[in-house]
């Protein structure tokens, strides 16, 4: 019976331009964070008058929202100038309580429509060992439902690797606190392998982590081979039943 269940849920079936997107638009953030880096264009900084300088040992805890808000205006520059090699035409900030930070569209090459990206980025800390390791990305059913209404749905997590220190500013006590990006890597969630991504019970329907945000094995999937795979890891964390009243409140079962 709860096989004959499963075999009857709803599966979404992306184009075959599918993953020419995805690897085109992973292609085009890599190269616009590497080419910041390169450029010398990756450092924030904070002006202080903490003699001491900022609290290293603390300061993972603000320095993400610095470096994602960096990111964001890192694209938006590309995006304003028409005609970049990049292709990226437009940038919307993400809300309050969408999983993602940020959308991005690009017009690739050899790709009619415009593509857009949903982007969720995270920054981890350099000399902090800890820091990437198993982050929520997103609860189980929103990021289900995302791909039921549109199988070609691209979500991407966008890890930026980062340093913080201080520098004196001047001979008067001021300290400036410099967050510096020194690496980005990029991927589609869909194509996470099956053992860098967990499901967490806590919160909701759940969520997916990543075991390390910034070291992940890539497995191609399609959205179809995606759902089964956490859909999987939903019910061996918590059962059919509870996996089945979702089913019901979002529909996710064929009518007979």
Same mark, same amino acid.
């Given at each position: 019976m709860n096989n004959d269940i499963l075999k009857r849920r709803k599966l979404p079936k992306e184009s075959a331009l599918y993953s020419a997107m995805s690897d085109? *638009?992973? &292609?085009? =953030?890599?190269? %616009?964070i590497k080419e910041a880096i390169d450029s010398g264009n990756n450092k924030i900084f904070i002006r202080t008058n903490l003699k001491r300088g900022l609290p290293l040992e603390n300061i993972n805890k603000v320095a993400g929202p610095f470096v994602e808000a960096w990111a @964001?205006? #890192?694209?938006?520059? %590309?995006?304003?100038k028409v005609g970049n090699k990049y292709g990226l035409v437009n940038v919307e900030a993400?809300?309050?309580?969408?999983?993602?930070?940020m959308v991005l569209q690009f017009k690739l090459k050899g790709i009619d429509d415009y593509v857009s990206a949903n982007v969720d980025s995270k920054a981890t800390a350099e000399d902090i060992?800890? &820091?990437?390791?198993?982050?929520?990305i997103t609860s189980?059913?929103? =990021?289900?439902?995302?791909?039921?209404?549109?199988?070609?749905? %691209?979500? @991407?997590? @966008? &890890? @930026? #690797?980062?340093? *913080?220190? &201080?520098?004196?500013?001047?001979g008067n006590g001021i300290t400036?606190? %410099?967050?510096?990006?020194?690496?980005?890597h990029v991927y589609d969630i869909k194509y996470v392998s099956a053992k860098d991504l967990n499901y967490n019970p806590a919160l909701g329907t759940g969520q997916m982590q990543i075991r390390d945000i910034h070291y *992940?094995?890539?497995?191609?999937?399609?959205?179809?081979?995606?759902i089964k795979m956490i859909d999987e890891k939903y019910i061996n964390s918590r059962g059919l039943k509870p996996w089945l009243k979702l089913a019901e409140k979002y529909k996710w079962i064929k009518s007979e």
């Open positions: 085109g *638009v992973c &292609s085009a =953030i890599r190269g %616009i @964001l205006e #890192k694209f938006e520059e %590309i995006s304003d993400g809300k309050r309580l969408d999983a993602f930070d060992l800890t &820091s990437g390791k198993s982050p929520n189980f059913a929103r =990021i289900r439902n995302e791909y039921l209404d549109d199988p070609d749905y %691209i979500f @991407l997590v @966008l &890890s @930026l #690797k980062h340093k *913080v220190f &201080s520098e004196k500013a001047d400036n606190g %410099i967050m510096q990006v020194n690496a980005c *992940v094995d890539e497995e191609r999937k399609t959205a179809e081979q995606f």
